[in-house]
């Protein structure tokens, strides 16, 4: 058996090579010559004799023989070179034809000897594991960790914190996958993406195939690889975390995209003939983005409103360099510019001009609404006005969108503070807290009145913030915050918390328990509970109907809103969601928007 | 990316009026509004009033003191030079229409461009004015002309007595509103955060309703940040989006002033690194 441990692939995946072996004598049937590699075996057909050369690669289907075998032919015998003992077994029909025998081989992995099979009719794909020993393998495949920088050093950059998977941890990764029939994770993904089929491209090296294949249903993969909540969608779903950790589908997503765009195979895909209609879209945050990549291709001519001086929204002001370095957002802008879309800056839709205006005066033919959630929360509480005292919004745009981390080679002044109080479990909580460590604060510590079992954010920006050194209070909230004479923050006075009954949100409400408060100090604090719609625009536009909270009022399938030629999608609609599905949204209103328009054209024509 | 027109300075060149293209914004202005600018790529938003537009020539006028690193560096661009970022017009603008009464508009240091541009908005909707306007010595005095011209009646004070009456804007709106405040609908008081408080310590007085412009410390100028907070009536209001122009009786000037200190190390390093 000494034979079997000099060669040792470490898994069996698919595109790997396989060092196959005869079982009867034990001899490699792997041929190696220096651009050719193969599998010999020997074959009969018809009473001829000659040899079937095989792909070593598990999954690459490409014979060669001697004999004049067609497809779908099947061999009479196939027999080992080396000692000439058939190897066909009985009581085995191909699971990929129905033909009645199969070749059986011996693989080594794991340190065990697998069989391994070869159908015996020509041209049948089945060059592999029976089902039941590959599902075997592939679980016993341990979900493949990123790479990502020490959190020692990292706490005092702004450097991206994982250096994603290299292609060969995709690769094991993806052979993790079970190629399902009826794939969960796809219902778990709110734009269905078809993560077989990407899992599978990747799994035959095909990269750049496999980004576009994600990118048939979202536009932005690097982007989403990195902050989607993978833990409560397709991830959550996928049938591996029942019996182990789940197929990393984020990260796999992450690391096509980012190859596809290191080697500059982006390309601009086909537009449809001009429409002719205009469509304006409202903001430039990931529904927007979404919405202009699709009408664009569709064919009209697409300008998109931003009121900031950078396009991106949230991706752009909100989420950290090291969690989303933002020449990734730029190269997806910028992807958008030479699709077409034409983007004017500084342009308060609301203020400079209203929506009647855009489509009375501008002579656009439909406008999508995609404007986000931004409006910054507080909780009214005594001492929140003191200085030093910020929404997780300005905090964040002066770190993200002013690049105050570069203070003072950019102009902006950051906050700064040596002991910071967080209050909020969200992502945009863990971004305040970890980017505040980054400043150079000694002590970080995030209230959040909730246990931790609740914390709302992606469960990986948990875990590095906790790793960078990130204290947690559970279960507390400010109640007050003191101030010194010259009006900054000195401290907050807390109140633990238990918590209640489910509410409506199904987390268990926290109730303050009477005379637990206690004092805290702290130089600086960060409020971030959420955030609210923006009044700004509806001011102006008294016809766009919003619901209670102030979100506007849109079809969930459509994002038609109540106003004629107006759409609209993601946050504002949602109230504070994610990024995917302020994506989704964007893609449904352009579809519904295309539509009309189309339906448009067709009833002028018969004018 | 916004060109200077024009430009002019008073005030031995610490205050500064340029006049930049931008039509849509000289469109849609109307008085009490503001622009936040950006210089240039590595430059902060800062707040920057509308001293001034017109519409027909597709221009809007600004008008600053030199204070901090970038109306430093605003001041540094000549004609012909860019700005790269013009956003607005922002905030609410002032209502505009014919009163019964006189207006009283009292403004000091460079809140007299400001005062202007709503006086002057005043002036047009029909309204009879009378104006003080100050500054600390005669050569800082601003916009004297312009006041002049929609006046019905000017004051003039300086601190220490080289132009007008020896003293301050408070002192003669005081001896106004004492003599005939029932000729006098409101006050609009526009200036230093300590002299529009001490405005409405007077007019309180006399209980007169005060309408002043507040100048807090923003970052968007669209409601996003919050950086702008201010407490009226008790209340958190965001300048950018619900003022920033407030009853004056009602504004906590003294959380204003130390909200505005915020980063007074930082504008000092952030100067002296654009002086080196
Ligand atoms: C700090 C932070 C971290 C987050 N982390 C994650 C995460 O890890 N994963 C995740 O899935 N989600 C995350 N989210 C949520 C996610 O970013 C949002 O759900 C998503 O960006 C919403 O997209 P949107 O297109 O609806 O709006 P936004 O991204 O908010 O974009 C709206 C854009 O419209 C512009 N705009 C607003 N008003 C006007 C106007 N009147 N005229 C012109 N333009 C206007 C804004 O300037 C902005 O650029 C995070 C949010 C924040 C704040
Ligand atoms: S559920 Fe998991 S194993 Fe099945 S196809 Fe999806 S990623 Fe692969
Ligand atoms: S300046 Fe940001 S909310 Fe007012």
Redesign the interface.
């Known amino acids: 058996m000494d034979l079997f441990n000099k060669v040792e692939p470490k898994y069996i995946k698919y595109g790997s090579y396989l060092h196959i072996y005869c079982p009867h004598c034990h001899k490699s049937l792997n041929v190696e010559k220096k651009d050719q590699k193969y599998i010999l075996v020997k074959a009969k057909f018809k009473g001829q004799e000659g040899f079937i050369k095989l792909s070593p690669y598990l999954n690459i289907f490409e014979t060669e023989t001697d004999l004049p075998l067609k497809e779908g032919d099947i061999v009479d015998d196939m027999m080992c070179p080396h000692c000439g003992e058939s190897l066909l077994v009985d009581d085995h029909p191909c699971e990929e034809c129905g033909a009645p025998k199969v070749a059986e081989f011996i693989v080594s992995a794991f340190s065990k000897l697998i069989p391994f099979y070869i159908c015996t009719r020509y041209g049948c794909k089945w060059h592999g594991l029976t089902k039941r020993d590959e599902q075997l393998i592939k679980i016993k495949i341990p979900r493949q960790d990123m790479p990502e920088q020490d959190p020692k050093l990292r706490k005092f950059n702004f450097l991206e914190v994982p250096y994603g998977y290299t292609a060969e941890l995709a690769g094991i990764e993806a052979d993790r996958c079970l190629q399902c029939k009826v794939p969960q994770c796809v219902q778990g993904c709110p734009v269905g993406i078809d993560i077989p089929s990407f899992i599978k491209l990747i799994s035959e090296g095909k990269y750049v195939d496999a980004s576009r294949k994600i990118k048939e249903s979202n536009s932005l993969p690097a982007i989403t690889g990195r902050v989607c909540p993978q833990e409560d969608q397709c991830e959550a779903r996928c049938v591996v975390g029942t019996m182990d950790k789940p197929v990393a589908i984020g990260r796999l997503e992450r690391f096509v995209a980012d190859y596809e765009r290191n080697i500059n195979a982006v390309e601009v895909p086909e537009k449809k003939a001009p429409s002719g209609k205009k469509v304006a879209v409202i903001g430039s945050g990931p529904a927007g983005l979404t919405a202009a990549a699709d009408l664009v291709k569709m064919g009209h001519s697409v300008t998109i409103y931003e009121s900031l001086h950078e396009a991106g929204g949230v991706l752009t002001y909100g989420i950290p360099e090291f969690r989303l370095p933002k020449d990734i957002v730029k190269s997806e802008v910028n992807y958008l510019k030479n699709l077409g879309v034409k983007i004017e800056m500084d342009a308060v839709v609301g203020k400079l001009y209203t929506i009647d205006e855009l489509l009375e005066e501008k002579g656009y033919d439909a406008v999508f609404v995609g404007v986000g959630a931004g409006l910054p929360r507080f909780m009214g509480i005594e001492g929140e006005n003191l200085g030093n005292v910020y929404s997780a919004n300005e905090y964040l745009t002066r770190i993200n969108l002013m690049k105050a981390y570069k203070f003072p080679t950019y102009d902006t002044p950051a906050p700064r503070g040596k002991r910071v109080a967080v209050i909020g479990g969200g992502n945009v909580a863990m971004d305040c807290a970890r980017t505040s460590l980054r400043m150079g604060a000694d002590e970080v510590t995030i209230l959040y009145r909730r246990s931790e079992k609740e914390l709302p954010a992606r469960l990986e920006e948990v875990h590095h913030a906790m790793q960078e050194g990130v204290n947690f209070k559970f279960l507390t909230a400010p109640v007050k915050y003191t101030g010194d004479k010259n009006g900054m923050v000195t401290g907050a006075e807390c109140i633990k918390m238990e918590l209640g009954e489910p509410d409506k949100s199904g987390r268990r409400r926290p109730i303050p328990i009477e005379g637990s408060n206690f004092m805290m100090d702290f130089d600086m604090v960060i409020v971030a509970i959420g955030a609210g719609p923006n009044p700004i625009l509806f001011d102006t536009t008294p016809d766009l109907e919003l619901n209670k909270r102030g979100y506007i009022v849109a079809d969930p399938e459509t994002g038609k809103t109540k106003k004629d030629k107006v759409w609209a999608g993601g946050d504002i609609v949602t109230g504070a969601a994610t990024v995917i599905s302020a994506m989704g949204a964007g893609k449904r209103a352009a579809k519904s928007i295309d539509e009309y328009l189309n339906s448009v054209k067709k009833t002028k024509k018969k004018h | 990316m916004y060109v200077i027109l024009d430009k002019k300075d008073y005030a031995r060149g610490t205050i500064v009026n340029i006049r930049i293209e931008a039509p849509?914004?000289a469109k849609?202005c109307s008085p009490g509004q503001f622009v936040v600018i950006?210089v240039n790529e590595?430059?902060?938003?800062i707040p920057l009033t509308i001293a001034d537009n017109d519409p027909l020539a597709g221009t809007v006028t600004l008008v600053f003191q030199i204070v901090g690193?970038?109306t430093a560096?605003l001041a540094s661009r000549n004609v012909g030079d860019f700005i790269?970022?013009?956003?607005?017009?922002?905030g609410k603008p002032v209502e505009m229409k014919k009163y019964n009464k006189k207006i009283l508009t009292v403004g000091g240091g460079t809140g007299v461009a400001v005062l202007h541009h709503i006086a002057k908005g005043y002036y047009e909707a029909g309204n009879e004015i009378i104006s003080i306007i100050g500054s600390r010595t005669k050569s800082y005095l601003i916009m004297e002309e312009e006041m002049k011209r929609i006046s019905t009646e000017m004051h003039i004070t300086t601190d220490d007595g080289t132009y007008g009456f020896h003293g301050f804007v408070t002192q003669v709106m005081d001896m106004i509103l004492s003599e005939r405040g029932d000729d006098i609908e409101f006050v609009v008081a526009i200036g230093p955060v300590v002299m529009m408080k001490a405005c409405c310590d007077i007019t309180k007085r006399h209980n007169k309703k005060t309408i002043v412009s507040l100048n807090p410390i923003m970052?968007?100028g669209?409601?996003?940040?919050?950086?702008c907070?201010?407490?009226v009536g008790g209340e958190?209001k965001f300048a950018c989006?619900h003022g920033p122009q407030f009853d004056g009786h009602l504004v906590d000037f003294?959380?204003l002033i130390?909200?505005q200190?915020?980063?007074i190390e930082?504008?000092r390093?952030?100067l002296f690194?654009s002086i080196k």
């Open positions: 849509e914004i849609k950006r590595t430059g902060e938003r690193k970038t560096l790269m970022d013009v956003v607005g017009p922002l970052v968007d669209t409601g996003m940040c919050g950086a907070r201010v407490q958190t989006v003294d959380l130390k909200r200190r915020t980063y930082d504008e390093i952030s690194r």
